[in-house]
T-cell receptor, first 115, second 110 residues
Framework: GAVVSQHPSWVICKSGTSVKIECRSL??????MFWYRQFPKQSLMLMAT?????????EQGVEKDKFLINHASLTLSTLTVTSAHPEDSSFYIC???????????FGQGTRLTVV | RKEVEQDPGPFNVPEGATVAFNCTYS??????FFWYRQDCRKEPKLLMS???SGNEDGRFTAQLNRASQYISLLIRDSKLSDSATYLC???????????FGTGTLLAVQP
């Protein structure tokens, strides 16, 4: 299957700093990528839909100024958690698909811990 | 009401057992249905798509009942390696986004 690479796989940062997470589709072009967050023992919750060349679409309750998404090319989307706080500690996962109607492939996830 | 509901489990079963997971969804406009598997602290991976006619892949059988908005997954002859969380996923409707259930934890015991 297709490969989606996410980096870093884990990060520990101080409260108040910003963290950037990268999501790359390695062997296909992804017009759309999705960013999810998963708290312990909970399901994946969609945060935003990242569209190449345009602004991201955020889900209700997700602060767009806190979670900055950039989708500058067909193979790369980035999520920046700005001014991170301990409550932002979570597992962040991206997914990408060739088209809206084909299988979504997931990155390996990034475990963020804010201390 | 959650868009996709699953029994969180855990389901503790012995090796060789048959186990069934159920899932219901609320949006009747949903168009695609999947079961994903997620191992601890890992990303979800597609196990199988679910079709109205039912589909089978080895020891795994998935069924969809659109009238009841109900999806099932049957695992026969459980292996230790089947231990994971199984996520019911629904796609479609107005947004065409993947909506995940909370997952059902399966623990296969030796």
């Amino acid at each position: 299957g297709a490969v989606v690479s996410q980096h870093p796989s884990w990060v520990i940062c101080k409260s108040g700093t910003s963290v950037k997470i990268e999501c790359r589709s390695l062997d296909f072009q992804a017009t759309t990528m999705f960013w999810y967050r998963q708290f312990p023992k909970q399901s994946l919750m969609l945060m935003a839909t990242s569209n190449e060349g345009s602004k991201a679409t955020y889900e209700q309750g997700v602060e767009k100024d806190k979670f900055l998404i950039n989708h500058a090319s067909l193979t790369l989307s980035t999520l920046t958690v700005t001014s991170a706080h301990p409550e932002d500690s979570s597992f962040y996962i991206c997914s990408a698909s060739r088209t809206a109607n084909t299988e979504a492939f997931f990155g390996q996830g990034t475990r963020l811990t804010v201390v | 009401r959650k868009e996709v509901e699953q029994d969180p489990g855990p389901f503790n079963v012995p090796e060789g057992a048959t186990v069934a997971f159920n899932c219901t969804y609320s949006n009747s406009a949903s168009q695609s249905f999947f079961w994903y598997r997620q191992d601890c602290r890992k990303e979800p991976k597609l196990l199988m798509s679910v079709y109205s006619s039912g589909n089978e892949d080895g020891r795994f059988t998935a069924q969809l009942n659109r009238a009841s908005q109900y999806i099932s997954l049957l695992i026969r002859d459980s292996k230790l390696s089947d231990s994971a969380t199984y996520l019911c996923v629904v796609k479609g409707g107005a947004t065409n986004k993947l909506i995940f259930g909370t997952g059902t934890l399966l623990a296969v015991q030796p």
